[in-house]
């Protein structure tokens, strides 16, 4: 922010500003005062609300003071009743306003300011958040606080998440999905990021991807997207991931409405346990991996490599089984026949997943079908992009909570989840407890801005009012109500 004047009485300088300077000032000007008319609200509300509770056996400690920040720094400050009472050695203290508000004790920073805090951390990291937040939004905020608040959020959907497993793995509610599909693809890989206080350890994330097919983006484009994507995953093993995953797809399909389910991966034991979890899935291999496991191998002739690519376009895997046996013949050395027995093993243990998916003319595709592991870079990058830049390290819940908001955000969903999450956290205020605030606001709406500029620019009653700047000032502080 600007070096402007932080009190509202004088938020523009007579000395001149630029147009930015002005706008930061009248609008922070305008956020200190409806924070104070909420704060008054708030105070009022109290007074409402503590003669309806029941206080037996709590001791009054008068009025406390509280505040939340909110944007631009702005300071929401109320007056709140509060009382106190021993049990045992221990004294508990209750704010009937915090409780109903949804506030935990020194909570410090308003829903809005949680939210964005949040979503900046799940896009980069706790300090670029925090730096963020002050430099353009004026709210002083630790990266340590981002990371609790960014804690708390991934704990709460791991917490949904882990119920929702519970419930049909062991109470055996059966998930009733209704959505029909010609296909569902997932899409299954694992990301290793540098673990906190052991660098050369690993955290390993499994992820998974969910989907009905491709779509251009527009009728007109080159470029695919996904559709009716979802993301889930976390730092688990295999059966829990599977459990979660079955648990979405069920959730969301009717099995028998749903053409085929097909499985894609870099041929992991514990991806081909898929076929356990969801009846009928088809498991095939990564062309990603399978294509580079074939260049190391073959990289001693070109030709070879070429050779064998075709084959596997053209479905004949007696070619291609053929080409490696040739390859094993003209091995130049003791490495390159090791790294080609490799091969053999690693192309046998996925025999049946080598062949193109869209080649088994008898199974149902949608309408738009391509490559599998080509819908995207790699779904990694989900994963990647946020948590292995350099010098970045994790515990394994703290990598496992990311996880979880990543996956929101790659849906585009994390926006949509923050709202019913903080509507859990801060209950809505009951109907007879608005009535209060229903007034206020009411009276605040019959107020006139315009006036209020006229009354807080004190430049306008200078002679620097004939000034370009004065000039501009006057302007605004004559721009009707828009609120009357």
């Keep these: 922010m600007s070096n402007i004047n932080n009190s509202s009485e004088t938020i523009i300088p007579e000395a001149g500003a630029t147009f930015k300077e002005i706008a930061e000032a009248i609008l922070r000007g305008v956020a200190e005062k409806y924070a104070a008319s909420l704060g008054l609200l708030l105070t009022r509300l109290d007074d409402a609300i503590v003669l309806r ?38 004294t508990e203290y209750w704010y009937p306003l915090d409780e109903k508000l949804g506030l935990k004790e020194g909570e410090r920073y308003c829903p809005v300011v949680q939210q964005i805090a949040i979503v900046l951390a799940s896009k980069t990291s706790y300090r670029e958040a925090a730096l963020f937040l002050k430099d353009y939004l004026g709210v002083e905020i630790s990266h340590q606080e981002i990371h609790k608040l960014v804690q708390e959020a991934g704990q709460a959907r791991e917490e949904e998440q882990r119920k929702g497993q519970q419930a049909v793995y062991e109470k055996g509610e059966v998930p009733q999905g209704t959505r029909e599909a010609t296909a569902v693809v997932i899409e299954a890989d694992e990301v290793m990021v540098n673990k906190q206080k052991a660098r050369k350890e690993k955290v390993e994330i499994k992820l998974g991807l969910m989907h009905e097919g491709w779509e251009k983006e527009t009728p007109a484009a080159s470029r695919y997207q996904l559709v009716n994507k979802e993301y889930w995953g976390g730092v688990m093993d295999g059966e ?33 346990k898929g076929k356990d979890y969801l009846v009928g899935a088809e498991i095939y291999l990564d062309r990603y991996h399978r294509n580079r496991a074939l260049r190391h191998a073959l990289d001693f002739e070109p030709t070879l490599y070429e050779r064998a690519l075709v084959a596997l376009k053209e479905g004949r895997l007696e070619v291609l089984e053929g080409i490696i046996s040739e390859a094993i013949i003209k091995a130049p050395g003791k490495e390159h026949l090791e790294r080609l027995k490799e091969l053999k093993r690693y192309l046998k243990a996925n025999w049946e997943g080598l062949r193109d998916w869209r080649r088994k003319e008898e199974k149902p595709l949608p309408e738009v079908a391509r490559g599998l592991g080509a819908s995207e870079p790699s779904i990694s990058h989900v994963l990647a992009a946020r948590m292995k830049k350099r010098g970045m390290s994790w515990s394994e819940k703290g990598a496992h909570h990311m996880a979880q908001l990543r996956f929101l955000l790659a849906a585009g969903k994390l926006k949509g989840w923050l709202e019913a999450y903080q509507a859990g956290r801060w209950p ?26 006229k009354a807080a620019i004190p430049l306008l009653k200078t002679k620097a009012r004939t000034t370009a ?16």
């Design 469 to 484: 700047l004065g000039e501009v000032l006057s302007a605004l502080s004559h721009i009707p109500s828009l609120v009357a």
């Design 240 to 272: 829990s991931f599977w459990e979660r995953g079955a648990r979405l797809f069920y959730g969301r399909y009717n099995e028998a409405r749903t053409g085929r389910v097909v499985i894609n991966g870099d041929g992991a034991e514990w991806i081909k």
């Design 53 to 90: 509770e029941e206080r037996a056996g709590w001791e009054s400690i008068g009025k406390r003071e509280r505040s939340l920040v909110t944007l631009f720094g702005v300071e929401i400050r109320y007056r709140r009743r509060g009382y106190r009472r021993k049990v045992g050695e221990k």
């Design 428 to 453: 809505r205020i009951k109907p007879e407890d608005l009535k209060e605030i229903k007034a206020k606001v009411s009276g605040a709406a019959k107020g006139d801005p315009a006036a209020w500029l």
